[in-house]
């Protein structure tokens, strides 16, 4: 069963505009992380910010920010004032604590990702 | 500078032939990953090891195979079982131990087969 769901194939938006990216998650495990990755056309993953389960604050870094809503599982990306340079594929990712104990060994699991354009 | 290296970052090879990529870290991380990227999709985990001398079949394992005999390499061989070999590979890094380590990734080998 898919356990990361990004609804959003793509979008484009305005350079120095705010964009919310979607991300849903499905766990039964209470202690969990996740986590939002870049990807730009070169190829190379490149970590954003992480928030973890029990944390009480909303996680942010610059202009990075996540709206964490754990009752619905829920955990969108906002990038604040877009910039040329944020165009790239935005993945959303978790690794649940119960996979630390297994042997799976705390292995990340990725939605299919969100294209995002910036338009001058 | 420390980080995770991948070679070569395009690789050809036809049909039938098995092919191995490199991934070299010098981040002291004790995890490390293989990853599948089809086109306009997310990743898939092909492979993973926590120490040395030990690795676990991820999602998509078949045709392909690893070994991790120094803690700073972990290589992937495409083997011809491969149905559909051509794709875009990621290696990743992370220490071990705690829920908010992200990994840490190489820059990819885009291999083509034909």
């Known amino acids: 069963a898919q356990k990361i769901t990004q609804t959003q194939p793509g979008m484009f938006v305005q350079e120095k505009e705010a964009v919310t990216l979607d991300c849903t998650y499905d766990t039964s495990d209470p202690s969990y992380g996740l986590f939002w990755y870049k990807q730009p056309s070169s190829g190379e993953m490149i970590f954003l910010i992480y928030q973890g389960s029990y944390d009480q604050q909303n996680a942010t870094e610059g202009r990075y920010s996540l709206n964490f809503q754990k009752a619905r599982k829920s955990a969108n990306l906002v990038i604040s004032a877009s910039q040329l340079g944020d165009s790239a594929m935005y993945f959303c990712a978790m690794r649940e604590w119960e996979s630390m104990t297994t042997d799976s060994w705390g292995k990340l699991q990725f939605g299919a990702g969100t294209q995002v354009v910036v338009t001058p | 500078d420390g980080g995770i290296t991948q070679s070569p970052k395009y690789l050809f090879r036809k049909e039938g032939q098995n092919v191995t990529l490199s991934c070299e870290q010098n981040l002291n991380h004790d995890a490390m990953y293989w990853y599948r990227q089809d086109p306009g999709q997310g990743l898939r985990l092909i492979y993973y090891?926590?120490?040395?001398?030990?690795?676990q079949k991820g999602d998509i394992a078949e045709g392909y195979s690893v070994s991790r005999e120094k803690k700073e390499s972990f290589p992937l061989t495409v083997t011809s079982a491969q149905k559909n070999p051509t794709a875009f590979y990621l290696c990743?890094?992370?220490?071990?131990?705690?829920?908010?380590?992200?990994?840490?990734f190489g820059p990819g080998t885009r291999l083509t087969v034909t």
């Open positions: 990743a890094s992370s220490i071990s131990g705690q829920l908010s380590y992200e990994q840490y």
């Open positions: 090891s926590q120490i040395v001398n030990d690795f």
